[in-house]
């Protein structure tokens, strides 16, 4: 198993401005994913994060508002850029290892925008 | 397009109890995996139980169980003996087997344990 560090687990930020959410895992990993929650709701995958490669964004989702870094098989970022009150949501990063079809998840980020 | 629809949004059972919640997908796939995640509101997501496609006998993990119909395309959870801890959003995932370990998420179902 893997566990992953996510932080921080929540933030007020004033509009217009950017926050970078940063995931640790214990363990080489070789996917990281990137996802938004609404409270309540499911989840929605924001972008797959490769090591040594661009990330791989779903729809409605781009880099230059979630640009996201995976420096190496271990940790990755998403910043959320200008952000606006619409951006107030919960992110969570996963991960699997390869031959493990099992995702783990970071703690969560609760994003206010304010 | 692949799809997971969980159609129950809200349970509710009596402590002790046994709730099944209800699970369907949809897909051409012939390999995959599926799964239930539990989100208590700490908000951590832990994995319940899994089950691969190719395996006709249904996943058990203590007091969860899983009742499998690969051909109906459903994939239900059981709760035994409900507790109190159990109380979360329950999620059904789905994942092909050459999907890069991306998945497919249900709506979500809430579960409420009353003492």
Do not use: H
């Not at chain 1, 932080?7 to 007020?12: F, T």
């Not at chain 1, 952000?83 to 998840?105: R, V």
């Not at chain 2, 009742?67 to 003996?81: E, M, P, R, V, Y």
């Amino acid at each position: 198993s893997a566990v992953i560090s996510q932080k921080p687990s929540r933030d007020i930020c004033q509009r217009g401005t950017s926050l970078t959410i940063q995931c640790q895992v214990d363990s080489q990993v070789t996917m990281m994913f990137w996802y938004r929650q609404q409270p309540g709701q499911s989840l929605t995958l924001i972008a797959t994060a490769n090591q040594g490669s661009e990330a791989t964004y779903e729809s409605g989702f781009v880099i230059d508002k979630f640009p996201i870094s995976r420096p190496n098989l271990t940790f990755s970022t998403l910043t959320v850029s200008n952000m606006s009150p619409e951006d107030s949501s919960i992110y969570l990063c996963s991960s699997s290892q390869g031959g493990n079809t099992e995702a783990f998840f970071g703690q969560g980020t609760r994003l206010t925008v304010v | 397009a692949q799809t997971v629809t969980q159609s129950q949004p809200e349970m509710s059972v009596q402590e002790a109890e046994t709730v099944t919640l209800s699970c369907t997908y949809d897909t051409s796939e012939s390999d995959y995996y599926l799964f239930w995640y539990k989100q208590p509101p700490s908000r951590q997501m832990i994995l319940v139980i899994r089950q691969e496609a190719y395996k006709q006998q249904n996943a058990t993990e203590n007091r969860f169980s899983v009742n499998f119909q690969k051909a109906a395309k459903s994939f239900s959870l059981k709760i035994s003996d409900s507790q109190l801890g159990d109380a979360a959003m329950y999620f059904c995932a789905f994942m092909p087997s050459d999907s890069n370990y991306q998945l497919i998420w249900g709506a979500g179902t809430k579960l409420i344990i009353k003492p």
